[in-house]
């Protein structure tokens, strides 16, 4: 028979044993290759930004990291395969906007909730769009675009990639932020509501920086804003929507690295040190740069308080407009 004291001592050891046991594991992580999923398609900007970034997390971690594309409803097919992924670190979301601050409001039956079914790691990049019109239309400020909104509610048309985007629910945000009547013309895709632009059957646009940049420069459309808060690098000349007329307005897309929820907190803290440190490399952040985006980088904590507030952002755009994804 083992004798008490025996036991006794056995019991005392075993919360130190087993967080050295979990330290021990911990210090191992990660024993086997990890994986980004990015919920759309090969080729766009998320695609390429998790594919630089999985190249120098390679570098540090010491094991291969791999891009894994999921897309399908608009980013809520792959995103739901990492929601219910293990939570051993090993496999990430590349999040957007959509994805995680839109959809929880937009779409009824989503199968994932984006604070209670993830673990927020690190913010990545942001992104303002730019409010764009036809040479042809006398508008050549936010405020000629404001009066002329007013001066004839509805016949104002901006175009968009679809439904429920962040640049409709932008368009939204601004009819209730200028008190104003534009009239949505939803698109399937960006290219296609940028022909019509610069064609003059579209008035005006809220587009991707990068998707509307190129013709901005070739004089075929006129930037009057951007959605950040501050002026652009690549269009300072143009002011932002809040700098114009409309205090405290920004409506910015952003892309975030998210792990499963019940992930280890230290092996979150770990990811998002790895990621922060590799998005601070001067390539990477001149790549970004180049693309248009603003660099993130923010602690796990803060990460995910900013997806809360644009959460609550954004359901209340889409409350107050009445807006439907169909």
């Known amino acids: 028979m083992i004798p008490r004291r025996t036991l006794?001592?056995?019991?005392?050891?075993?919360?130190?044993?087993?967080?050295?046991?979990?330290?021990?594991?911990?210090?191992?992580?990660?024993?086997?290759?990890?994986?980004?999923?990015?919920?759309?398609?090969?080729?766009?900007?998320?695609?390429?930004?998790?594919?630089?970034?999985?190249?120098?997390?390679?570098?540090?971690?010491?094991?291969?990291?791999?891009?894994?594309?999921?897309?399908?409803?608009?980013?809520?097919?792959?995103?739901?395969?990492?929601?219910?992924?293990?939570?051993?670190?090993?496999?990430?979301?590349?999040?957007?906007?959509?994805?995680?601050?839109?959809?929880?409001?937009?779409?009824?039956?989503?199968?994932?909730?984006?604070?209670?079914?993830?673990?927020?790691?690190t913010l990545v990049v942001r992104a303002p769009l730019v409010l764009v019109v036809h040479p042809s239309l006398p508008v050549h400020s936010l405020a000629d675009h404001i009066a002329a909104a007013?001066?004839?509610?509805?016949?104002?048309?901006?175009?968009?990639?679809?439904?429920?985007?962040?640049?409709?629910?932008?368009?939204?945000?601004?009819?209730?932020?200028?008190?104003?009547?534009?009239?949505?013309?939803?698109?399937?895709?960006?290219?296609?509501?940028?022909?019509?632009?610069?064609?003059?059957?579209?008035?005006?646009?809220?587009?991707?920086?990068?998707?509307?940049?190129?013709q901005i420069r070739a004089g075929a459309i006129r930037a009057i804003a951007v959605t950040s808060a501050t002026r652009h690098p690549l269009l300072p000349d143009v002011p932002s929507v809040a700098e114009a007329g409309l205090p405290g307005f920004e409506a910015l897309s952003w892309q975030g690295i998210f792990a499963p929820a019940a992930t280890p907190p230290a092996v979150v803290e770990r990811l998002s040190a790895e990621i922060r440190a590799a998005i601070e490399q001067p390539d990477i952040r001149d790549f970004f740069a180049a693309q248009g985006f603003l660099m993130g980088g923010s602690t796990p904590a803060a990460f995910t308080a900013m997806v809360g507030a644009e959460m609550a952002k954004w359901a209340k755009v889409v409350r107050e407009g009445k807006v439907t994804a169909d």
Do not use: C
């Open 8 to 121: 006794l001592a056995l019991a005392a050891a075993s919360p130190v044993v087993a967080r050295a046991q979990a330290a021990r594991a911990q210090s191992d992580w990660p024993a086997r290759p990890l994986r980004i999923v990015v919920p759309f398609a090969p080729g766009g900007s998320t695609d390429l930004m998790a594919r630089r970034l999985a190249e120098r997390l390679t570098q540090t971690l010491g094991q291969t990291v791999l891009v894994e594309n999921r897309p399908g409803a608009g980013g809520v097919t792959g995103s739901d395969h990492v929601a219910n992924a293990a939570p051993d670190g090993l496999t990430m979301l590349f999040g957007v906007t959509g994805t995680h601050a839109i959809a929880p409001s937009l779409i009824p039956a989503l199968p994932y909730q984006p604070l209670r079914d993830f673990a927020p790691i």
């Open 150 to 214: 007013r001066a004839r509610p509805g016949t104002l048309t901006y175009g968009t990639p679809g439904n429920g985007t962040a640049m409709h629910l932008t368009g939204v945000m601004f009819d209730q932020a200028a008190g104003t009547q534009t009239t949505h013309v939803p698109y399937r895709g960006s290219a296609m509501a940028l022909n019509d632009l610069v064609g003059g059957t579209l008035a005006s646009m809220w587009g991707d920086l990068l998707v509307v940049l190129p």
